[in-house]
C-alpha cells in the first residue's frame, strides 16, 4: 500500500480528534487504495467469514492500518469487521466518486 505511514498517521489523528475529523476522513478517502477500498466495503457491510474475504492481503493491509479488527458474530469467532472510522471513509469515498464535495 502506498504511502502506509503517512495513512498510519492521518489514521491514528482522526482516531484521536473531533474537530477536524470530517476533514481527515476526506483526506484519507482521497488516498485510500482502489483494491484495499474495496475490501473496507465489505468490512463495513459485514461482518465477514473470514474464509469469504474479497482479499486477504488486503485484510492485512486494512488491520495494519487499525480500519479491520476481530470479530465475534452470531456466537462464532473467525469473522473481520470494521471501525466507525471505517464507515467514514466508505461514506466519504463514495461521496467523492460522485461528485458531492
Given amino acids: 500500500m502506498k504511502n502506509i ?6 489514521i491514528s489523528r482522526a482516531k484521536h480528534q473531533n474537530e477536524c475529523y470530517f476533514d481527515l476522513v ?8 482502489p483494491n484495499d477500498f474495496e475490501q473496507l466495503e465489505q468490512l463495513v457491510n459485514g461482518p465477514i ?5 474479497i482479499s486477504k492481503s488486503a485484510r492485512a493491509n ?5 480500519l479491520a479488527i476481530r470479530v465475534c458474530h452470531k456466537g462464532l469467532q473467525g469473522y473481520t469487521g470494521a471501525t466507525y472510522l471505517s464507515y467514514s ?7 467523492l466518486k460522485s461528485g458531492k464535495s
Avoid at 5 to 10: A, D, G, N, P, Y
Avoid at 62 to 66: A, D, M
Avoid at 89 to 95: L, N, T
Fill in 5 to 10: 505511514e503517512f495513512l498510519k498517521e492521518l
Fill in 26 to 33: 476526506s483526506v484519507i478517502a482521497s488516498l485510500f487504495n
Fill in 49 to 53: 467469514y473470514d474464509g469469504d474475504v
Fill in 62 to 66: 486494512l488491520f495494519e492500518l487499525g
Fill in 89 to 95: 471513509i466508505v461514506k466519504r469515498r463514495k461521496e
